[in-house]
């Protein structure tokens, strides 16, 4: 069964880079059929998308956001990641790493059970 | 960029049909999916393609999608139904974006 598992650092200062890491289990970053993605909610409110990734290293973002973000896989260790450079407390928020098919129109079905990021000044 | 809206709270009675709709411009020439999230947990994928369900998902749960306006139907509420849900749709593909959620009360 595949399972997602987010890690990094709960509290960033102002104006730093945050840093997450997706370790995948049960499945592999290498396959053809999947991008690799992330997902972020801040405190009570809604999901915003932030970006995703195929196993190629094609990546593909949140316009508003693609100026700040990086995100990279590494099959080596059946990993992606993500960085936020130059945070605000705006970027507060629990990220979610998550994987949707390469067929048109398909949804994430599996997310990871997501980490909290604080950013502080 | 493409923006989802939809209504930040609907209300339904045990038993009857929840209708939770997603505008978007043109909303039909793009796949959405829905996502129900309950407090402290992960979404989960309900609807994709517009109108298919996950292995797992009940039936009473359906979508549909047509001119600007995207829509989950749930037939028979129960209280265990009572979540935020998330329209999300492709942009210019594999580009995502979501709606702002919308709270399921049911009463």
């Known amino acids: 069964q595949l399972q997602l598992q987010e890690s990094g650092p709960g509290l960033v200062r102002s104006s730093e880079t945050l840093s997450l890491t997706c370790t995948v289990s049960?499945?592999?970053?290498?396959?053809?059929?999947?991008?690799w993605g992330w997902i972020r909610q801040p405190p009570g409110k809604g999901l915003e998308w932030i970006g995703t990734?195929?196993?190629?290293?094609?990546?593909y973002y949140n316009p508003s956001l693609r100026s700040r973000v990086i995100i990279s896989i590494d099959t080596s260790k059946n990993q992606f990641s993500l960085k936020l450079t130059s945070v605000t407390a705006a970027d507060t928020a629990v990220y979610y790493c998550?994987?949707?098919?390469?067929?048109?129109?398909?949804?994430?079905?599996?997310w990871g059970q997501g980490t909290l990021v604080t950013v502080s000044s | 960029s493409y923006d989802l809206t939809q209504p930040p709270s609907v209300s339904v009675s045990p038993g009857q049909t929840a209708s939770i709709p997603c505008f978007g411009d043109?909303?039909?020439?793009?796949?959405v999916c829905w996502y129900q999230q309950k407090p402290g947990q992960s979404p989960v994928l309900l609807i994709y393609?517009?109108?298919k369900r996950p292995s797992g998902i009940p039936e009473r749960f359906s979508g549909s999608n047509s001119g600007n306006t995207a829509t989950l139907t749930i037939r028979g509420t129960q209280a265990v139904d009572e979540a935020d849900y998330y329209c999300?749709?492709?942009?210019?593909?594999?580009?995502?974006?979501f709606g702002g959620g919308t709270k399921l009360t049911v009463l």
């Open positions: 393609q517009d109108t």
């Open positions: 999300q749709a492709w942009d210019s593909a594999p580009v995502g974006v």
């Open positions: 990734i195929y196993y190629s290293g094609g990546t």
């Open positions: 043109e909303l039909e020439s793009k796949y």
């Open positions: 049960g499945g592999s970053v290498s396959s053809s059929s999947y991008f």
């Open positions: 998550a994987r949707h098919e390469t067929s048109k129109g398909s949804g994430h079905y599996s």
